[in-house]
């Protein structure tokens, strides 16, 4: 006994060399004609009533149920060595013919022909192969566990709350440190009054710059607010934020480089965003411009006086920005103040001045009453693009007394580096604890599960979005659950329309605070704006497929070369916006020789463009660029 290995416990009578079937098979149905006993020549009453009970020809079946609790004590009081041996016989049976069960990794191997999570051909599975799995099969599957399994889950649920929670810190620091770095740049942008096409671009830029649509449309909304900006303007500024919101989840699919597969859906994930906000503007743009379709509709919707409302932070907020604001929390006063011109530039808030040399809130960050006469510096403290908390009145780690414009800007580099590092170190972590986790699972159950109607996704998506206050938060998650297939892209693309409907509530709220019909209009024209890309884009099948097809193709081009995000990231939000830009500030200066290089540039650009579609759709260029073996 010694060296003796364990038994293994088996499953179905064909792995047992006497075909016996015992209660709790898989396949203890099928096999009411092949009851027999364990030992030929050894029957008890216990067997035959068992054969008698389970034999469907028998009249005597439901006697033999009546009678079966009566045969038990016959064969539990038999003689020890009458029960014992033959199972030393069976045992020494089985340890010499049985074989290791072996563990299947191909759909090809099942018979119901699924697809499991970890399989060798996963990859090579198309949506419209996957089967329906029924409710009882997901409810199995998730709440039918051992001890052990239970254990395993809540071990497994804790570290993926523990890299989601740093993983939005993360986001919230890449926010705070975007601010700092670009919040002047992208305050300078916003108080032009330009041309429709300029104040597009410079929406969508200045929400690049500072990584949140939220505080673009706040400041825009407040812009208007404050008659800095007009209407619309306004209007045309949120159609660019709209495009700047995704640069965000675009950047975390960069973070599942490392595996190609991961890589494409996840890239796909985050650009079927991007080519959903192109398109509507592309469609809405110059629609805007001839007929002002949104101006009007909103207008006629405005009341005619708005009450004064107050700021809500989300509940997702409240849990990160405690700590976060510890280490960097960015001024956004600065951004408001240079749009709307009570400042020149930054130099103004610099150096960084704390009364008496302490560092907190009252002594640093607090604002002058004018009307008593303060004066910064001497009854009050200055601070500039990194400021302190009022609620905790800390400052955070990055605050420097005496700081220069340089030192912040420095401070914001740094902690944009280390919150970068920080995002991909947790998301590499929760896709680890992802995949861990639907290991082993079939696709059939987490597609059913996952799979809910699209105008149901789309209000998940909204609701999410209000509650963390941020589009870009909502993506972001979301964008690594796509990467490790977890959702299709096809249960992706309402999410994110949702969240770009939950991003307007933020607006809609800076409206209330700014006390002005004029800005409650800005903040419905960006409403009524992804509610329209909506109508257009989701409804009819073959609209729908216009995006997601593009995103699938961005996708596929990862396989050519892994490059393709950072250089998309770098061309889409910034080299394209500022060329865009340029050409519209030649027609801005009214001059003949700058309007002719300005329609010489546009006309170089439109042929461009019509050759590149000529050789993508004739010449092939697809093909070209999806061929891996090329």
Known sequence: MSTEEPIKELKSRKDRPTGSTHFGDAILKTNVPRISVMQPGLKSPLHAAFTTLMDGESSS??????????????????????????????????????????????RKDRPTGSTHFGDTDFEEERPEDIGDATWSEVATACCVHDAHGWGVIFVGVCAALFFLYFFLLSLELLGSSAKVLGGCSAGGLMGDNANPVAGLVIGELATALVQ????????????????????????????????GTSVTNTIVSMGQMADGAQLERAFAGATVHDIFNLLTVAVLFPLEIISHYLYYLTKAMLPSTITEGEEWEGPIKKIVSPLSDRIIKANKDVVKDIATGK????????????????????????????????????????????????????????????????????????????????????????????QRGLAGMSTRIIYKATNVNGLIAIMIGTGITILVQSSSITTSVLT??????????????????????????????????????????????????????????????????????????????????????????????????????????????????????????????????????????????HKQVFDLDG
């Open 212 to 243: 949140s649509s939220s505080t673009t449309t706040s400041i825009i909304v407040s812009l208007v607010g404050a008659g800095a900006l007009s209407v619309q303007n306004g209007i045309y500024m949120v159609m660019g934020a709209n495009i």
């Open 61 to 106: 079946s439901a006697c033999a149920l009546l009678f079966l609790p009566l045969f038990l004590p016959a064969q539990f009081g038999a003689p020890r060595k009458f029960r014992q041996g033959p199972r030393r016989a069976r045992k020494k049976i089985i340890m010499s013919t049985e074989e290791p069960i072996k563990e299947l990794k191909s």
């Open 343 to 434: 400042v020149e530039s930054c130099d103004d808030y610099y150096p960084v001045i704390c009364l008496d040399g302490i560092e907190d809130y009252s002594h640093c960050a607090k604002k002058c009453d004018k009307d008593a006469g303060e004066v910064k510096g001497v009854d009050c403290g200055q601070v500039g693009l990194i400021t302190c908390d009022k609620t905790s009145g800390e400052c955070p780690g990055f605050f420097q007394n005496g700081a220069s414009k340089h030192d912040d800007s420095v401070s914001g580099g740094v902690c944009l580096v280390l919150a970068l590092f920080l995002l991909f170190i947790c998301l590499m972590g929760l896709v680890n604890v992802l």
């Open 480 to 621: 690594p659950l796509v990467g490790v297939g977890c959702i299709q892209l096809e249960q992706m693309f309402p999410l994110t329309l949702g969240a770009n409907i939950g991003t307007t509530i933020t607006g809609l709220m800076a409206a209330m605070v700014a006390d002005t019909v004029d800005a409650l209009q800005v903040a419905l024209c960006h409403l009524f704006f992804n509610i329209s890309g909506i109508i257009i884009w989701y409804p009819l099948p073959f609209m729908r497929k216009i995006p997601l097809n593009g995103a699938r193709a961005l996708g596929r081009a990862t396989r050519r070369s892994k490059l393709v995000p950072p250089i998309y990231i770098i061309l889409v939000f910034f080299v394209i916006p500022l060329l865009l830009l340029a050409i519209s500030s030649l027609f801005e200066q009214k001059t003949v020789g700058f309007t002719v290089l300005g329609s010489f540039i546009v006309v170089i650009v439109a042929a461009g463009i019509a050759k590149f579609v000529w050789w993508w759709k004739k010449q092939d260029g």
